[in-house]
């Protein structure tokens, strides 16, 4: 039996999305899972493969899953799923939404400097928590 290893690209309907902000948000949630970040994603037989902006690795996604912004600020994620699908369909979730709300958080920053931002993981429902005090 023959396992090909497959690298897949997902584009994130996340639009103009800056690499700063992708790379805070990233760093803040490897943080929240004590998962590790990487620059560099693994093929399945664990042999690296592409760079990447920056990326995850755990325990369930160990081939780590790779975040990279192009030149129009489209986010996509790269990866060999293979045989981790779970872990890699739960940290691509997570990533995107905690984006989503470093998004918006820059945003609030934006019209009021002065106001505390919490953003917190609730990683059984695959939500992050935004909250902006002003």
Known sequence: MTIL?????????IGQVSASIVTNAIT???QEL????ITRINNYYGQ????VLIGLRTHDCPNG?????????????????????YGWD?????AT??????????TARLQYPAAKINIRTNQENKEIQLEVCI
């Open 48 to 51: 690296p493969a592409d760079k």
């Open 97 to 106: 939404n905690t984006v989503k709300a470093y998004k918006v958080a820059a």
């Open 28 to 30: 803040k949630l490897a």
């Open 65 to 85: 899953i790779g975040v990279n912004v192009d030149s129009k600020g489209n986010m996509t994620f790269i990866g060999d799923p293979y045989n981790q699908q």
């Open 5 to 13: 290893s497959h690298i897949t690209v997902y584009t994130t309907k």
């Open 90 to 94: 739960n940290l691509k979730t997570l």
């Open 34 to 37: 004590k998962a590790e970040t």
